[in-house]
């Protein structure tokens, strides 16, 4: 059985940094996208996806919302990848997702494209 695991998550105060881990398991092989998404708290928040890193090429996605700012890596050794979040705002406030999938397409920001979830990690920013 696959599972991805984040961990990281906490409170940090607006222009602080945080680190989010997602540690994958019971897979065998390459995972071609790896990606987070965040979920704002509320009713009706959508998923959306805010990085993603390729393995075939180790190209890097980011939303407009967060470019600059976050920084996703993965780790192939030791199946794990990482968001680095510096310079928060508390629009970042949200529940984290990362998100896997086995095969490779153009768009990375779409949830139906993802084999594989984690169950979410939450992130406060206060102002």
């Known amino acids: 059985e696959v599972q991805l695991v984040e961990s990281g998550g906490g409170s940090a105060p607006a222009g602080g940094s945080l680190r989010l881990t997602c540690a994958v398991s019971g897979y065998t092989g390459s995972l071609e996208t790896m990606a987070w998404f965040r979920q704002a708290p509320g009713p009706g928040t959508e998923r959306e996806g805010i990085a993603a890193v390729y393995s075939h090429t180790g190209n890097r996605y980011y939303a407009d919302s967060v470019n600059g700012r976050f920084t996703i890596s993965r780790d192939d050794v030791s199946n794990t990848i990482y968001l680095q979040m510096n310079a928060l705002k508390p629009e970042d406030t949200g529940t984290y997702f990362c998100?896997?999938?086995?095969?490779?397409?153009?768009?990375?920001?779409?949830?139906?494209?993802?084999?594989?979830w984690g169950q979410g990690t939450q992130v406060t920013v206060s102002s």
């Open positions: 998100a896997a999938r086995r095969l490779w397409t153009v768009l990375w920001h779409g949830t139906d494209q993802y084999n594989f």
